[in-house]
């Protein structure tokens, strides 16, 4: 990982943030029996604990690998970083769009004409050499944890990753290559090793690429600058007779995939070049052609998740840059983001403040007359043969199979909102946690493995790791909510909901503070590989390969300003849930495949709008009922992700 190299106050709080721990071994083994227990048969259950008991016995297998885990904590900055980002990025193979990269949806725009549009391009880009600027400057404001263990200092490496990440596709595992920059206010002398910031972006249109250099004689580009060389690149692109290939479209494939189809282009040096240029660029803006749909938040969502597929602005994307600004001519707007360089925050926090920026005042515009004479963008070339046409045509095809497979439902609760929660002295986020499995118990009489991401940043380096939300208590708390015999009363239900979110925010709690299972036993898994033992029974074991299996995979991405985030399912046969809570409502993005029929998102948004009024009605009955105002909700701590 880069070290900085101008230290600055978020340097310092960096240095002295604790090291990630390594959980007591006993502890994540009782843990994990605890999360599969009521997931599995009772047969199964029995054979897998048994061989729990066996890896954690005193001399075992187990207390060997934790030794070794303690030692490699001792000598690196984050002992489990490489891990996971290889386990959770860099060794899955499939395509990052709809499966890997997430998405911030912005509010549809409302652009009179193209240059409209592209007036807001260029206002959007000038933003992003404002943020790079903070970035490389050091000079973004220190992140402080909220709620639980709120005021906590938060690491803030993932920022510098922003714009200076590159996923290169590898055949059996990427590269996240992140490229160290000088502090911009640091002396020239300072580091050889240390890179100039990049000095240009690439614009997409028209499924062509072009690189814009955002730097003229030493001086960035003011925003009348940006607008004439964007409505340069959309003239040439126009032009038919030289348009070339849709390069954009390979990136969309399956990793493997890309990684064969890159060895083919770069036996050219016109397309190594073309690679070049990209691959080392600040960010990639795109601008889309009008997508033809009614633009309501679900349409938005699937247009900044796959484009459309190659008919419409599928082809117009670069997939392995860390941040693609899109800008479509008929308002549908957002960023789409590489995943395995930076957090849901980062993404967030970036995408505020690019919409705050777009409706600053609108002085940003320098006059006219001031705008220099500029060498036109450069057309990314490219040189094709047969072969290469083969395989864009069959990343074409692969893409159009993931488009038609997405069934997205974006769906806001209007009902309440996440003051009503803290009104009932619940945590917005256990609570919707909670609602969440009832939805899924409503649908499938059953629980799974679910993910949570919950951020680890109070560590050096850290990044995330999995609140595991299917509960026992969870179980407990929506078997007699489902319960059509009527045998429990509204006290019971009340009981075990305060149950269900105290274990919750339990979880929440133990996996902001280093005490999660899922790192640690990857760590264990890691640890095993590289002593060269065989595989430990433990991670041979039905349950912990079902465990792995997140049929639902949640993650709450609050924001201050109106947009939303979004992503796909991880597995086949499961659910994205994207959650956005407000004051009087919550927005949830769920995501499925049409391919499996055991999941609709219409059937899973219909049991979690069900759910959240159930919930409500019985927290509501209950308080009218309560004489006595000491049994609230034994005041659960707020979550604190």
Known sequence: MPIMEKETASERDRKMLPKVPVPPLKQTLDTYLKCVQHLVKEEQFKKTKAIVEKFGAPGGVGEVLQKKLSERRDKTTNWVYDYWLEDMYLNNRLALPVNSSPVMVFPKQ????????????????????????????????????????????????????????????????????????????????????????????????????????????????????????????????????????????LTSDGRTEWAQARDALTKEQTNRDSLALIESCLCVV?????????????????????????????????????????????????????????????????????????????????????????????????????????????????????????????????????????????????????????????????????????????????????????????????????????????????????????AQTNYTIAAITGMAIDNHLLGLLRIAKELNMEKPEIFCDETYLASNQFILSTSQVPTTVEMFCCYGPVVPNGYGACYNPQAEHILFCVSSFWENTGTSSAVFVKALNESLLEIRDLCVRSSTKRVDGGQGAGQPHKSGK
Not at 130 to 158: H, K, N, S
Not at 159 to 180: A, C, H, I, Q, W
């Open 110 to 249: 409302t652009f009179r004409d193209r240059k409209d549009a592209l007036r807001f391009a260029a206002r959007l880009t000038r933003g992003v050499l404002d943020y790079a600027a903070l970035i490389d400057a050091r000079a973004l404001p220190v992140d402080f944890a909220r709620g639980q263990l709120a005021g906590t200092p938060l690491c803030m490496e993932q920022y510098y990753r922003l714009f200076n990440s590159y996923r290169y596709p590898g055949s059996k595992t990427d590269t996240l290559e992140v490229k160290m920059i000088a502090a911009a206010s640091s002396s020239s002398s300072s580091s050889s090793a240390a890179a100039a910031a990049p000095q240009h972006i690439i614009v997409a249109c028209k499924n062509q690429f072009f690189a814009l250099d955002v730097v003229a004689n030493g001086k960035q580009l003011v925003e009348t600058e940006i607008l004439s060389q964007l409505e340069k690149i959309v003239t040439t692109a126009e032009n038919a007779a030289e348009r070339l290939p849709a390069f954009g479209i």
């Open 286 to 502: 795109c601008l889309d052609e009008p997508s033809g749909l009614d633009p309501r938040d679900t349409n938005r969502a699937l247009q900044m998740l796959h484009g459309g597929g190659r008919e419409k602005n599928g082809a117009n994307r670069w997939y392995d840059k860390s941040i693609q600004i899109v800008v479509g001519m008929d308002g549908i707007c957002g960023v789409v983001c590489e995943h395995s360089a930076f957090e849901g925050i980062v993404m967030v926090q970036f995408s505020e403040y690019l919409m705050k920026y777009t409706t600053g005042s609108p002085s940003k515009m320098a006059r006219a007359s001031s705008v220099r004479e500029l060498p036109p963008p450069r057309r990314l070339l490219w040189k094709c043969n047969p072969h290469i046409q083969g395989l864009l045509a069959a990343s074409g095809d692969r893409l159009q199979k993931l488009v038609d497979n997405l069934d997205m439902d974006v769906f806001k609760f209007n009902v309440y909102g996440k003051e009503f929660i803290k009104k009932q002295k619940m945590s917005p986020d256990a609570f919707i946690q909670v609602a969440l499995q009832l939805a899924f118990y409503k649908c499938n009489r059953k629980l799974v493995a679910t993910y949570e991401s919950a951020s680890i940043r109070r560590f050096q380096q850290g990044r995330v790791d999995n609140i595991r939300s299917a509960t026992p208590e969870a179980l407990a708390f929506v078997t007699p909510m489902t319960d059509e015999r009527a045998t429990f009363s509204d006290l019971e239900k009340m009981r075990r909901l305060i149950d269900a979110i105290n």
